[in-house]
């Protein structure tokens, strides 16, 4: 029997998408937390192999980059096949992944079945996960990503102690091996995310209003309703080509393109002190067990700081200032990485790994409610998988670098300050990016006439916008 559709005029914000944030929210505990306690196996692979840091290194920062830089692949199974479909598929290829890593006999064979195939497969899954629950949420947006993303945090503060446990009863293969089938409940979390049809609009496949004249729509074989699926008998090449560039269009947005350059510094800056964390902590005399506990640590404040950011962001007098919100977490976030060289002991880590932890799951919250602002809800799956691909270079270079910088200076000191300075430059771009915006906003304002009031709305793209604001996206 074919699947019904409930046709909403907005979206529901409760029903079926409090499932599919349950959905979402064991997708990242899958996805993310599993990544951030591969860094847990970092000396088991160091001492089997007999390789130094910046080796090892590699395969962390390759299943990251594979993860980001196939988000648009995930975006696009979910826009013209299936958000289902997808993510099952993702499930299995991860599964494999982690199976096949159990059977490994030398790095560079971690390298394709943990790097690459397991991080192909979590990318089919991230990204569409995130995208539906902003088609499902609109006033609570914030507290449902919130809770969704929190899967990272106590993903990470269960797995970690239990991986640890795994390697010293199983060995490193043992527990890969129980992580691939723990991985496989990916596609159970796929069966969940039922799409939701809204009435004149079809979020199944990505929808636009088309701005163009009937000859041209004539011309060009163009449905006037505007819908573009891929799949459509009757989509030709040029209106295939037309819905791709229409469905792209706000990547060059001036706001857009802050953004991104931002997220570059920010993808370099947030990874080194997961991968970096428990082999630091173990260089100081902090033991095995207390060192997987930081990152519980790290992991269970991190969902402090998704819902109760995601909450408060969410309430009248800070909807409107999400923007700073975010950039004061990711400023916050950098400082504590330029603390940690002088924390060296067990007592003085922990409350680093609450800091950094809560500020962590702070941002981590407002991404995609702040890349959706921007962009609009119906650019927002398009628009994660560009963003999440913006992080896949970063995520690639920094822990070798890292690394680098660990093997060349003999200590973590380097390493950390320049993941703390990465972030902190994050923070400042987007700060005096909105300052410049604001100092224009109000000389353009100023020469407006007063006389006339009224101001000229028209639709561009899917959201509407007013003379004002198109002249600020200018600006």
Known sequence: MAQKKISHRAPPDGGW?????????????????????????????????????????????????STMLCAPL??????????????????????????????????????LTLGVLTGVGFALCYSPAIAMVGQYFEKRKALAYGIAMSGSGIGTFILAPVVQLLIEQ??????????????????????????????GEDFT??????????????????????????????????????????????????NFIILSISFLFLAYGCSPPFVYLVPYALSVG?????????????????????ITFGWLTDRRFLKEHRYFCYLIAVGLDGLCCLFLP????????????????????????????????????SNLSSALGVVFFLHAVPYLVSPPISGLLVDTTGDYTA?????????????????????????????LTLTVPTTDTRQEIWTNGDLPHTVTEDLNQKV
Not at 170 to 199: D, T
Not at 226 to 234: A, E, F, H, I, V
Not at 342 to 347: D, S, T, V
């Open 74 to 111: 995930g975006s696009y199974v979910s826009n013209h096949v299936s958000c289902q479909v997808g993510i099952m598929i993702g499930g299995l290829l991860a599964t494999t992944g982690l199976v096949l890593s159990s059977f490994a006999t030398s790095l560079e064979y971690l390298y």
């Open 286 to 306: 902090v033991s095995h067990q207390q060192a997987a506990f930081l990152m519980s640590i790290l992991g269970i404040i991190d969902i402090v700081g998704n």
């Open 17 to 65: 998408g409090w499932m599919i944030v349950v959905g979402c929210f064991f997708v990242t505990v899958c996805t993310r937390a599993v990544t951030r306690c591969i860094s847990i196996f970092f000396v088991e692979f160091q001492v089997y192999f007999g390789q130094d840091y910046s080796r090892t290194a590699w395969i962390h920062s390759i299943v990251d980059c």
């Open 205 to 254: 496949h990505y929808s636009l209003q088309q701005e163009v004249t009937p000859e041209e729509s004539n011309k060009n074989n163009v449905h006037s309703s505007g819908t573009c699926t891929s799949l459509g008998p009757d989509c030709t090449h040029k209106s295939l080509c037309y819905c791709s560039q229409k469905e792209y269009s706000f990547i060059l947005k001036p």
């Open 415 to 443: 390493a950390f300050l320049l993941s703390g300075f990465s972030m902190i430059f994050c923070a400042v771009l987007l700060g005096f990016s909105k300052v410049i915006k604001k100092i224009k906003n109000k000389k």
């Open 342 to 377: 002088i924390l060296r002991c067990f007592q003085l880590l922990v409350p680093f790994s609450v800091t950094f932890g809560y500020f962590d799951g702070a941002y981590v919250a407002l991404i995609p409610v702040v890349t959706g602002d921007v962009v609009g809800p």
């Open 170 to 199: 199983y060995s490193w293969r043992g527990a890969l091996l129980i992580l691939g089938g723990f991985v496989a409940n990916l596609c159970v979390c796929g069966a969940l995310m039922r799409p939701i049809k809204f009435k």
